[in-house]
């Protein structure tokens, strides 16, 4: 394998093309800064939509407990019995 000496290419050579070098690196550095800082933005942007619509929804939630009502849980169901006019009736079953 031969080899060669570290040499720059003609274009980068004289100073007008260090500066557009230059340019160019400061261009693609900007370019990525930028492109972090918009995936970031977005990234917040996303989380706050969906930090939004979950407490929406626990808003909607909430409020319909306020109106509804919570569903107790049902256990067994106590019939109380009474002695009536008739002999010994359970409530809600009649005499």
Do not use: C, N
């Amino acid at each position: 394998m031969t080899e060669k000496p570290h040499t720059q290419s003609a274009f980068f050579a004289t100073g007008a093309g260090r500066i557009a070098r230059d340019v160019l690196a400061a261009m693609i550095a900007l370019a990525f800064i930028g492109a972090v800082v918009f995936m970031a933005v977005m990234l917040t942007a996303v989380f706050l939509i969906i930090a939004g619509a979950g407490l929406v929804t626990f808003g909607v939630y909430w409020l319909w407990t306020k109106v509804r009502g919570r569903r107790e849980r049902k256990g067994p169901e106590i019939l109380v019995a009474t002695r009536g006019p008739d002999g010994w009736t359970v409530d809600g079953l009649g005499s």
